[in-house]
């Protein structure tokens, strides 16, 4: 009886352990191929928050109160569509299937314009870099991470389309590189694939099937 119930404990014990390190809630803690690490407690990480002036996350589909498109794009199965004037402006950014429905989305600002970016995101996730601050911002269920970039991953995150895309690493120099134009359409656009277009007044969404969905257009009233 007591053999029993030693490994009963033991089993019970195990169980929890692996329940515990096998957890992770923020979206596997990866971007494509990299896997992320949070930024220790120091200056850096204290810079990288200060720069996320406020973020609130949107109850329902937002985009009725936007006037302009800052940037879009398809990141394996979902659409990313960033509303705003510009990368430090007042911002809505929303995650939308490849069908076209809203998932959730973020009202946020960030402080420093400059540098490149890029987008990333899940069912349930949103993810932000930044070159400014070297900072991949995790948005998930209201709740905010930080992951540091180191140096040799900054152009892979930059150039990265997909799961499904091969990332052509380039030698650029970041410390000059202010303005981060037009990047969604560098994706390839194969026959029956999904494809995304925008400009600064509609996003347009060609389903697989060659159907046009428009997720935005501005109001002309704007």
């Not at 937002?62 to 510009?86: C, E, H, K, L």
């Not at 895309?165 to 590189?177: A, H, Q, R």
Request: proline share 3%; net charge negative; with cysteine.
């Amino acid at each position: 009886m007591r053999i029993c119930m030693k490994r009963l404990l033991i089993t019970v014990v195990l169980a929890a352990l692996l329940f515990v390190t096998s957890g992770n809630s923020f979206a596997e803690s990866k971007w494509g191929a990299v896997q992320l690490v949070e930024y220790p407690q120091g200056e850096k990480l204290t810079r990288a928050q200060e720069n996320l002036l406020y973020y609130e996350p949107l109850t329902e589909d937002a985009s009725s109160t936007a006037s302009r498109v800052y940037a879009a794009a398809i990141r394996n199965d979902n659409i990313i569509i960033w509303f705003g004037a510009d990368m430090n402006k007042p911002a809505i950014i929303q995650v939308y299937t490849i069908a076209g429905e809203y998932l959730f989305g973020y009202r946020l600002q960030f402080d420093r314009g400059n540098g490149i970016f890029n987008m990333n995101a899940g069912e349930d996730w949103l993810q932000i870099y930044l070159s400014n601050k070297n900072c991949i911002y995790q948005f998930q269920s209201g709740d905010i991470e930080y992951f540091c970039v180191e140096p040799e991953n900054a152009i892979y995150l930059y150039e990265y389309m997909g799961d499904d895309v091969e990332v052509e690493v380039k030698s650029i120099d970041l410390k000059y590189l202010y303005t981060f134009y037009e990047y969604s359409g560098k994706r390839p656009h194969k026959l029956g694939e999904p494809f995304l277009s925008y400009t600064r007044e509609k996003v347009v969404l060609t389903t697989s099937d060659e159907k046009e969905i428009v997720l935005f257009q501005k109001n002309e009233l704007d």
